[in-house]
């Protein structure tokens, strides 16, 4: 057998047939189903006649309309005030009813935005090939699962046939050697290597994420870097399995117990690439040269070190770079050549399918503990993942910290990282955010979005302009 | 499915890289259950110089006369010429829906993202991949000339342009075959069931840990 990367080996395990042209059908283990992408397929299915395949393989939880406010969630559905949006989330428990779909109901507490909530489950397991019809799906990758986002006609062929029709990508081996300097993180490595191969550097590939800063990581922090693999392209990411995947995994609900536990685990001890595998593309990255990042344009790849500038467009020489330049600047209402950190905020959001997990708020509440929002900042809230990182936070005292230094606490939902709910940016306004982008309007008409890791939204809170999170004392 | 097998129409050209989801069509119009009519809010926020809403009289808003989609001498067009990435972002496939819906029948671009690319051909848009110096050629001409109409034929796989020459494009075989057909990846899946079943009972005896999740969902 010739050597394989950790990518072959689950395409290999999951392949169920192949056409001469290389268009495969792949086995789905796990399809992860929110309320946007969702009402379409099911009523396909309906138009069709057909029933999922394996209804057991699915895993819903609705999470981008919900309101974030606990006066309105104590409501349940009649406390979503979009008349559009409750019809949505509606449509979803109904469908899930009908269909005989497991779901975690907005009222559930262990609810919240399904990439948080699939993994603190125990529903993405190593191995397994994971669907869901929203493109940061890559985020289950960080537990040795392939997965990636799909459209609604997918979902709809998931559902159906349990599988997925589709062309295997080439490798990509992103390697991050070294150590990370204090003070930096997951999001500030992911948002390096995106600043490194641009937007579309992983189109067409799987990213494995490799090397000693990677395996340094927690499970939480790798979900942080995969989640951000679409961002660079790659409709997938991946990190190996080792120890800390499978202490993360051990007594979820979802996973398996006792035997079975034993098994599966000796199982996935080896899903790791072999050391010879051969990647089409390597990329290497340097971790104690990466600073805190802080994108200041209207693309992931636009994205300085805390220590840079916004980029001057005169001093551009390819036409297309600069136009691209200009045409961001022009929107966040930036000048080229300042520095990042004179870039005011009128708002701060912490939270999202990237950084809304435990890990992160402990790390933004040890920034603002014992001090307050700058009173320029008109809006700053904290808005956990899952009702069970809530409750965490709440057990160690986190949401007091929070409240005390004045940022709003919230309950768990996607929130201002898209605004499909009431959570909305101001036209004009600059957000230091936590989420995954920074596109035109993603987090609100006119809305200017600088995305950072938790500690940087955190600090910047406190200061009203973006700091050197090293610098703090 | 609807087939394509030729499409000729007028080229609206959108001179920008890295066009994202979110500016093919914005969050607020996903709270939609249904497929269809998401074309009036094809690049909504380019397009209109208001915030648009769910649910309110497009016919009403204003235009933003400098977008390029608002320009009368691009009324009617057919297909899209884009730049590098097209599509990157989201997997919504409220993005192609909208530009099906709009009326577009065909993309020319450098590179698309690969969900967004994925997502064309389930819903009879051909995204078309042509080489950049090409591309750039063709926004030359289209900008030149008002009213400049291309010929995608998917059968051929060409493109013909209106001084009678022709730019020949790469397809994958198994999508051009559906596409020409109108045929539904469900329908064509479902014939491989026993394959599928006979393959998912070797899966459960050789990974049985993912079959057992019946057990949690009935806390």
Redesign the interface.
Known sequence: MSSKTLYDKIWDTHLVSEREDGTALIYIDRHLIHEVTSPQAFEGLRLAGRKPWRADANFATPDHNIPTTTEEREQGLEGIKDPVSKIQVRTLGDNCAEFGIFELKMTDDRQGIVHVVGPEQGATLPGMAIVCGDSHTSTHGALGALAHGIGTSEVEHVLATQCLMQKKAKNMLVRVDGQLKSGCTAKDIVLAIIGKIGTAGGTGFTIEFGGEAIKALSVEGRMTVCNMAIEAGARAGLIAVDEKTLDYIKGRPFAPSAELWEQASKSWRGLVSDADATFDEVVLLEADEIEPQVTWGTSPEMVAPISGNVPDPAQELDSTKRGNIQQALEYMGLQGGTAIKDIKLDCIFIGSCTNSRIEDLRAAADVVKGKKVASSVEVAMVVPGSGLVKRQAEAEGLDKIFIEAGLEWREPGCSMCLAMNADQLGEGKHCASTSNRNFEGRQGFGGRTHLVSPAMAAAAAIAGHFVDIRKLG | MKKFIVEKGMVLPLD???V?T??II???F??????TGFGVNLFD?HRYLD?GL??TDNSLRPINPDFVLNQPRYKGVKVLLAK??FG??????HA?WALEDYGFRAIIAP?????FF??CF??GLLPVVLDKAIISELFTEVEANEGYELEVDLEQQAILKPDGSKIEFSV????KNCLLNGLD??GL??E??E??RS??EN?RNS????????S??T?
């Open positions: 920008r890289a890295n994202d979110d500016f914005p969050k607020q996903l709270k939609s259950i249904k497929r926020e915030k769910p649910d590098d990435n990157c972002g989201s997997s919504r496939e192609p590179s698309y993202a690969d969900i994925n997502n389930k819903n994958d075989a198994f999508r990846d469900i899946t479902l491989e069931s394959t599928i393959f998912e899966w990974a049985p840990w993912y079959f057992t999740t019946t949690a969902t806390t």
